[in-house]
C-alpha cells in the first residue's frame, strides 16, 4: 500500500526504528540508570527515588523472587495495586528476573480475578492489602503459590510511613479483613532479596514482558502476549515522536493513569524511564482536588490522560491558575477526545491536547497527532514510525484515501497472539495484519480519523467493556430469561452501560440486578440504566440484534 501520509510526516521524525538497539526493556532499564543515575524516576506522596536507588531495589526484589521464591525464567508474577513506587519497583524486579509480568486492576471482583490468575498461570502475587480481601476469596482455586502484600505508605521514611498506614487502615478504614496467613510484606521480601545477589539473566526480544489482559471482542479477558521486541519498540517509536521537545533527564510526567492499563505503562513508565524523566504518580485521581493540589507543586512537562480525567481537570477549582509554562506535551488517548474537552483544555493551558491511538494488542501505541500541532484537529495522527495502516473494505478490497475502512495494523508494536488461544489470535489477524475493528478514513492531509469502532464495545471512561462478558455474568442471575448490553452516551464517562432484561422472576427489581452486577462486575462495568423489556430484538436465526437496541436508543436521544 502506497505510504500516502507520508506526505505530512513530521519533520524529524524517522520513517523508521531500529529495535535492535536494544535487546530487551532490562536493558533499556540499565542504561538509564547509568546515564541518570542520581535523578529522581519516581515521585508519590512527595517520597522519591531517584533510578540508582530504583535500580537497588529492583535487583534486590528480583532476588527475592529468584532466592526467596525460587522461581524461574518465564515464571508469571501478578501485579495487582494502584500507583505506588511499589509498582515500579516490582515491575521492574520481575522483569531484570526474566520472569513476565501479569497486570491486574485492583478494582476486580473475585470472579474476575480468579480468571485473570488461573487463565495467565501466575505463580506469585504482589497485592496492596486494601484489596487482599478479594485474594482471600479465590487463592485456593488458583495456582498461586505466594502472596507478597503491601501498604500504601510503604515506601516512605519510617514515621510517614506508620502514619499514613495507620490512617489508611484504622481511620479510613479502607482495609476490609483479609486471609493470607503465608504471605510475605513487601519490605521484608525486599530486605531478604538483598541478603543474596540477583542473577543477571538473559532476556531477549522474544522473551514475554507481559501478559497484557483485555476483553477483545468475544467475552472474557483473555492475554495479549507482549514481547520485550513488542515494547522496546513502543518505546523507540514514541522518543522518536517525541524527542524533538523532550530532553533526557529534564521532564517531569504526571502519572495518574493506572500503571496497569498499557497507556500509562508503556506511555508514562516506559517511555520516561527511557527518557531520565521523572514519574509523578497519583494514586487517587478520583481526588480531583488533591490532584490539583499536587500539580500545583510540580513544573510539570507532560501529562497523559483519558478525555473524561482532561475534564475533570477542567472543572476543579484550582486547576485554571496552575503555572502551564513548562508544558510540552498533553497527550489524550484511551478513549475520543472530545473537541469541546481539547478546546477547553487549550483555552486554560495555552497548549494543544494531541490525541493518539493505540491497542493493548498493540503494546499501544499506534497512531499520533505531530508534536507541532496547533490546535486540535480531529484526527487520531499519524502512525508512528515502522508502523503500516491498511484499511479494508467490506469486499476485501484496500479503501483509498477518503473511503472508510477496517483500520489493520502492522509493526514491531504487534503483539505475537493472545495467550494460548490460538483460534482467537488466528481471528485477529488477516495475512499477517492484526484487525482493529474500527473504522477508519484517511483524509486529504494524509491524517487518520475513526468514524466508527467495533459494533459491540463499549468504552466507559477509557475502558474496554465488552457485552459478551456482561451477558455472560448477568444473564447467570437465576430471575432473567435474557439480557443485552450496549453502551449509551454520557457526558461523564463518554459510554455507560445500559441492560436491557426479560423477566423470569416477575418480582426481580432494578435494585436486585444492581446488587447481582456489583457482586460480580468491576464498577465502570455495572449498569448505569436498566430496562426490562417483554422480548428483545432477533434475528431469525435467534441473535440478539445489539444494533437494533442501539438504533433504539439513538431514536430517543433525538427525540
Known amino acids: 500500500m502506497e505510504k500516502i501520509w507520508l506526505k505530512s510526516y513530521p519533520k524529524g521524525v524517522p520513517e523508521e526504528i531500529d529495535p535492535n538497539e536494544y535487546k530487551s526493556l532490562v536493558h533499556i532499564f540499565e542504561d538509564s540508570v547509568a546515564k541518570y543515575s542520581d535523578k529522581v524516576a519516581f515521585s508519590n506522596f512527595d517520597v522519591e527515588i531517584s533510578f540508582d536507588t530504583l535500580d537497588t531495589l529492583s535487583a534486590n526484589f528480583a532476588s527475592y523472587l529468584q ?83 503491601t501498604q500504601v505508605g510503604d515506601m516512605a521514611p519510617w514515621l510517614k510511613r506508620t502514619l499514613i498506614n495507620f490512617v489508611i487502615k484504622y481511620v479510613k478504614k479502607m482495609v476490609p479483613p483479609f486471609d493470607l496467613p503465608n504471605a510475605t510484606d513487601f519490605r521484608t521480601a525486599l530486605s531478604q532479596g538483598a541478603k543474596e545477589p540477583y542473577q543477571r539473566v538473559k532476556v531477549g526480544h522474544e522473551d514475554i514482558a507481559f501478559l497484557q489482559y483485555t476483553g477483545g471482542t468475544t467475552g472474557v479477558a483473555k492475554g495479549a502476549v507482549l514481547t520485550h521486541k513488542n515494547i522496546v519498540s513502543n518505546v523507540l517509536q514514541a522518543e522518536s515522536w517525541l524527542k524533538a521537545v523532550c530532553k533526557g533527564g529534564e521532564e517531569i510526567i504526571i502519572t495518574a493513569l493506572p500503571l496497569y492499563h498499557i497507556f500509562s505503562l508503556t506511555a508514562n513508565c516506559m517511555t520516561f524511564v527511557k527518557l531520565g524523566g521523572k514519574n509523578i504518580l497519583i494514586t487517587n485521581p478520583r481526588d480531583m482536588v488533591g490532584f490539583v493540589k499536587e500539580l500545583s507543586k510540580h513544573p510539570f512537562t507532560a501529562l497523559t490522560g483519558v478525555n473524561t480525567l482532561f475534564n475533570a481537570l477542567l472543572n476543579t477549582a484550582g486547576f485554571s491558575q496552575l503555572d502551564f509554562s513548562q508544558l510540552k506535551l498533553s497527550l489524550g488517548g484511551g478513549m475520543a477526545v472530545q473537541r469541546s474537552v481539547a478546546e477547553t483544555w487549550q483555552k486554560v493551558t495555552g497548549k494543544p491536547l494531541l490525541e493518539a491511538y493505540g491497542l493493548t494488542e498493540t503494546s499501544p501505541a499506534v497512531t499520533m497527532n505531530p508534536m507541532d500541532l496547533s490546535s486540535y484537529n480531529g484526527t487520531i495522527g499519524l502512525p508512528l514510525p515502522s508502523t503500516e495502516i491498511l484499511l479494508l473494505k467490506d469486499d476485501g478490497t484496500e479503501a483509498l484515501a477518503g473511503e472508510a475502512g477496517e483500520l489493520c495494523i502492522k509493526g514491531p508494536q504487534v503483539m505475537r497472539g493472545y495467550w494460548q488461544r490460538p483460534e482467537e489470535t488466528a481471528k485477529s ?81 432494578e435494585q436486585d440486578v444492581r446488587a447481582f452486577c456489583k457482586e460480580n462486575l468491576t464498577g465502570y462495568k455495572c449498569p448505569k440504566y436498566i430496562e426490562f423489556m417483554d422480548e428483545l430484538p432477533k434475528s431469525n436465526v435467534g441473535k440478539i440484534l445489539h444494533k437494533d437496541l442501539r438504533e433504539r436508543e439513538k431514536n430517543k436521544e433525538v427525540a
Open 67 to 149: 532466592n526467596g521464591l525460587k522461581l524461574g525464567k518465564g515464571s508469571r508474577v501478578a501485579i495487582m495495586m494502584p500507583n505506588l513506587l511499589q509498582y515500579p519497583i516490582a515491575l521492574f524486579g520481575i522483569l531484570r528476573a526474566g520472569m513476565t509480568v501479569v497486570n491486574v486492576n485492583p478494582l476486580y471482583t473475585a470472579r474476575e480475578l480468579e480468571h485473570q490468575l488461573n487463565d495467565s498461570g501466575a505463580s506469585a502475587i504482589v497485592i496492596v492489602e486494601n484489596f487482599a480481601h478479594t485474594l482471600t476469596e479465590v487463592i485456593s482455586a488458583t495456582k498461586v503459590k505466594k502472596v507478597i502484600t
Open 429 to 509: 489477524f488477516h495475512n499477517g495484519w492484526l484487525l482493529t475493528g474500527d473504522i477508519a478514513v484517511i483524509d486529504d492531509n494524509g491524517f487518520l480519523k475513526l468514524v466508527d469502532r467495533k459494533k459491540n464495545m463499549i468504552l466507559v471512561s477509557g475502558f474496554n467493556v465488552y457485552p459478551n462478558e456482561l451477558e455472560d455474568t448477568v444473564a447467570a442471575h437465576p430471575g432473567i430469561i435474557e439480557v443485552a448490553a450496549i453502551g449509551v452516551s454520557d457526558p461523564k464517562s463518554g459510554e455507560v452501560v445500559k441492560l436491557f432484561i426479560v423477566k423470569k422472576d416477575q418480582n426481580l427489581t
